[in-house]
Nanobody, 125 residues
């Protein structure tokens, strides 16, 4: 129900846009998020967007470089990634959950029910 795409090998300093296609009209009202997991590390929060698209949240490590957005007509959530660095190398996952979130802490720490399969983003130095 969540299908990521857009991952590719990119050089440091480059840009990519990841997409998460959401199937099922119910998801359009869910909070959505992007997480990533680097080799040998735990999965970490990257960015989130509320169901209306008016509120966005970012991890400090990506703030100013990455941007989350959604196109409700296309049932797609995007993650625009700029100024990529080798430390951004990871598998990126989109996630959704029916429980509303109130603030940054909620988006980071509350569990998500639905996950995509992930898309790999290797960044070469």
């Amino acid at each position: 129900q969540l299908v990521e795409s857009g991952g590719a090998l990119v050089q440091a300093g480059g840009s990519l846009r990841l997409s998460c296609l959401v199937s099922g009209s119910t998801f359009s009202r869910y909070p959505m998020a992007w997480f990533r997991q680097a080799p040998g590390k735990e999965r970490e929060f990257v960015a989130a967007i509320n169901w209306g698209g008016a509120s966005t949240y970012y991890a400090d490590s990506v703030k100013g470089r990455m941007s989350i957005s959604k196109n409700r007509a296309k049932d797609t959530v995007y993650l625009q990634m700029n100024s990529l660095q080798p430390e951004d190398t990871a598998v990126y996952y989109c996630a959704a959950d029916p429980v509303l979130r109130n603030d940054f802490h909620d988006y980071v720490s509350q569990p998500y029910t639905y996950w995509g399969q992930g898309t790999q983003v290797p960044v070469s130095s």
